[in-house]
């Protein structure tokens, strides 16, 4: 929403989507997002735009309060509407977002000297506490429907200590949050190696 008013065009075209994907024949609908700028209303620091709310059931006040509960009953009214009409919801957990974009980061490290020493990660610590409120949600949501299924980004993107913007000598991401193609191929690839996948693995092969 913005200024406290619901933005109709968003709600028109999430309901064209939704007829869509239920007179579809498809099994699986992932659902991908940068979910801690809903439930935080904030973007990352220093990035332009302004702060994001949600809204709804005729509560359009913006408020962090608001926009998590709203969140909360948005995604999981979509995921029963998926469970209902026989699809399976897989949700990608959110990549990790910067306050700068570590791919260019990357990129003046190898060409100027004077950036060798430049750091191009983030404390994993500073990503969990900004995304503890989706990830609370997500968990409850996993709890009420044995349907979902979450793919853990930071399984494969974090150590414990930090997370990184580069595996395999690659960065990862377009900008301060979007991974690039090469980036999201390495992370899945990644994750399929994990035991954790293994309930993805065989969802998708029935």
Same mark, same amino acid.
């Not at 940068?34 to 935080?40: A, D, I, K, Q």
């Not at 957990?93 to 020493?117: G, I, T, V």
């Not at 930071?154 to 690039?180: A, E, F, M, R, T």
């Given at each position: 929403?913005?200024?406290?008013? +619901?933005? &109709?065009?968003? @709600?028109?075209?999430?309901?064209? =989507?939704?007829?869509? /994907?239920?007179?579809? &024949?498809?099994?699986?609908?992932? =659902? ?6 809903? @439930?935080? &209303?904030?973007?990352?620091? %220093? #990035?332009? %735009? ?7 059931? *005729? ?6 309060? *608001? ?10 009214? @979509? ?6 009409? %026989?699809?399976? $919801? ?5 990549? +990790?977002?910067?306050?700068?974009? $570590? ?19 983030? +404390?994993? #610590? ?34 414990? *200590? ?6 395999? %000598?690659? +960065? =990862? !991401?377009?900008?301060? *949050? ?9 992370? /899945?690839? #990644? !994750? ?15």
């Amino acid at each position: 929403m913005k200024g406290g008013k +619901p933005e &109709t065009r968003c @709600t028109d075209n999430n309901n064209e =989507l939704a007829k869509v /994907i239920a007179q579809s &024949t498809v099994k699986y609908v992932f =659902l991908a997002g940068r979910w801690s700028m809903y @439930t935080e &209303t904030t973007r990352a620091v %220093g #990035e332009r %735009g302004s702060r994001v709310y949600l809204g709804m059931d *005729n509560d359009y006040s913006e408020s962090i309060e *608001n926009s998590r509960q709203t969140f909360s009953k948005s995604l999981e009214a @979509t995921v029963k509407f998926l469970i209902e009409n %026989g699809k399976v $919801p897989i949700i990608f957990d959110q990549a +990790p977002a910067y306050d700068f974009n $570590p791919s260019n980061c990357w990129l003046k490290k190898s060409m100027y000297e004077s950036f060798r020493h430049e750091n191009c990660d983030i +404390p994993q #610590e500073e990503v969990n506490k900004r995304q503890k409120a989706h990830k609370d949600i997500f968990s409850q949501l996993a709890k009420k429907y044995s349907e979902i299924i979450i793919i853990n980004t930071q399984s494969v993107l974090c150590d414990g *200590n930090i997370c990184k913007s580069k595996l395999d %000598g690659v +960065p =990862l !991401y377009n900008d301060n *949050n979007h991974l690039s193609y090469e980036g999201a191929r390495i992370l /899945i690839r #990644e !994750y399929l190696q994990q035991k954790a996948s293994s309930n993805l693995k065989a969802t998708l092969e029935q």
